[in-house]
């Protein structure tokens, strides 16, 4: 069973950081392209940032320089580090793993809100 499961999401301050984990289970995690997206009130999902199996690294041109994406393929595992967060990063962010043969597996979401 396929399962991403992220955490790290919260309240934080204009300013301050954060840092998203999603644990992959049930996938060959090396071989997979991962990703986060996010999803602000009103608006529709969109790339945040994409790590692929051969670590080609792409970010959405709002967080490029904030935000990091890595990964971990001993504990299957990518990450996602927010430095000098805005208001209007405040989204519910979602880990996706997309796999040979157009596979692709979601995760649930975790909620980060940036707010004084």
């Known amino acids: 069973q396929v399962q991403l499961v992220e955490s790290g999401g919260g309240l934080v301050q204009p300013g301050g950081s954060l840092r998203l984990s999603c644990a992959a289970s049930g996938i060959m995690f090396r071989i997979f392209n991962m990703g986060w997206y996010r999803r602000a009130p009103g608006k529709q999902r969109e790339l945040v940032a994409q790590?692929?199996?051969?670590?080609?690294?792409d970010y959405e041109d709002s967080v490029k320089g904030r935000f990091t994406i890595s990964r971990d393929n001993v504990k299957n595992t990518v990450y996602l580090q927010m430095n000098d967060l805005k208001p209007e990063d405040t989204a519910v962010y979602y880990c996706?793993?997309?796999?040979?043969?157009?596979?692709?597996?979601w995760g649930q979401g975790t909620q980060v809100t940036v707010s004084s």
């Open positions: 790590i692929t199996s051969i670590y080609r690294i």
């Open positions: 996706k793993a997309d796999g040979p043969g157009s596979y692709e597996h």
